[in-house]
């Protein structure tokens, strides 16, 4: 029997609670950077005792390799249960899940407020190349981070098609080959970026194209499916076990820890890279069963995740109103209560219009996508 013959199931469900904890996290990241961007763009003082400059980085990276492991895994979990992957289906709920609020933020802020943005920016938006439009520098800042959903759906047009060969081992070969590739390109452009303005503008736009991220985060999913359905024997299969070992996991999340930090007090190239490896090596011990009880999986950053999307996409909507705010009505007040003000103030709206966007809007996509769902969630359906 091949390791695609379908099982007798209707449904298959796999829920990872504390990968809901890391998106969290990782929007969190993006938050903090932007509040301290707007803050010096706006001309108010920052707090000199931290810099998050590059902290929207490290949550960006998360956010792709988190959505390259969780959408493999998914896909070999319906190859293998169901005999092969309805690409239609998951087209139809990649839409589902992204388009309404992407489409919604476009409207808003093109046409709405702040209406800003040319019409080459609005056309490359509507055809998901916000990320080309990001690095021309034709997107307002307010709703910017549009870019990323952008790669994300770039990304899903060939990405599905790879889960279309009968061997997961031919799977797993075919991603490390396509990632060996994109290093390659991404070293030699880095390498002539200051030859010529050409080299210089690819160089940025492949640095926002973060295939490379997904495929990482796609590499270790297919190991770590090996580890729970053997279909084939892999030389480094006894190392990546190794990962289940709690002292390892211990070891890989203060190295995450201790490169961030130096990432956040210089931007490493290719350091996205190193991130990415590690955080997709930590997500292996992070599904499984005895991690449950870990902080990530609490109901509080549970939900935090559930609403990440929005928190990620409009979340400079709140911070723009703080600052506002500040800049207008509290321009003599102590630098520590004007920093009171914006991050709890943020951070407050933002997970209330998060909320909002979550239960008065998408939830209603969410429930039709539910319906083109094979392998989903134990709980109900979120973000992936």
Not at 246 to 256: D, E
Not at 358 to 371: P, T, W
Request: positive net charge; contains cysteine; glycine residues 6%.
């Amino acid at each position: 029997m091949g390791d695609t013959a379908p099982q007798a199931s209707k449904k298959a469900y796999v829920y990872f609670a504390n990968l809901d904890g890391l998106r969290a996290i990782a929007a969190l990241m993006v938050v903090l950077s932007h509040i301290q961007l707007h803050k010096g763009l706006q001309g108010l003082q920052n707090t000199d005792w931290v810099d998050f400059k590059n902290l929207g980085k490290v949550g960006v990276t998360l956010f792709f390799t988190l959505s390259g492991f969780l959408i493999s895994y998914l896909l070999l979990e319906e190859r293998r249960g169901f005999g092969n992957v309805s690409f239609k289906h998951f087209y139809i709920r990649r839409v589902l899940r992204i388009w309404p609020l992407y489409f919604l933020v476009i409207i808003i802020g093109f046409f709405i407020y702040p209406a800003q943005g040319s019409p080459k920016a609005l056309l490359l938006s509507i055809f998901l190349l916000p990320n080309l439009a990001f690095c021309l520098k034709l997107l307002p800042y307010i709703f910017d981070p549009i870019w990323s959903i952008g790669v994300e759906e770039q990304f899903y047009l060939f990405h599905p098609h790879i889960f279309r060969r009968k061997k997961t081992e031919h799977i797993l070969y075919t991603l490390l080959g396509i990632l060996v590739v994109l290093v390659a390109i991404n070293l030699v452009v880095r390498h002539y970026r200051l030859h010529s303005d050409f080299m210089g503008e690819l160089n940025q736009f492949l640095y926002f194209t973060r295939f490379d991220n997904m495929m990482v985060g796609a590499i270790v999913a297919v190991l770590y499916y090996n580890t729970k359905h053997q279909s084939f024997s892999f030389a480094l299969q006894h190392w990546f076990n190794l990962l289940f070992n709690r002292y390892l996991q211990i070891a890989l999340l203060l190295s995450l820890a201790v490169f961030i930090y130096f990432f956040l007090k210089r931007e490493i190239g290719q350091g996205d890279l190193l991130i990415a490896l590690l955080a997709a090596l930590l997500m292996v011990g992070l599904c499984e069963p005895d991690s449950s009880k870990l902080i990530l999986g609490n109901k509080y950053m549970v939900y935090f995740g559930k609403i990440s999307y929005g928190i990620y996409l409009l979340h400079k909507y709140p911070l723009f109103l703080m600052l506002y705010i500040v800049k207008n009505y509290l321009p003599t007040a102590s630098l520590l209560w004007q920093n009171i003000v914006i991050y709890t103030g943020t951070f407050v709206l933002v997970i209330a219009l998060a909320s909002i966007s979550y239960y008065g809007f998408e939830r209603y996509f969410l429930r039709i996508k539910s319906r083109f769902q094979k392998v989903t969630q134990s709980k109900p359906a979120i973000q992936n």
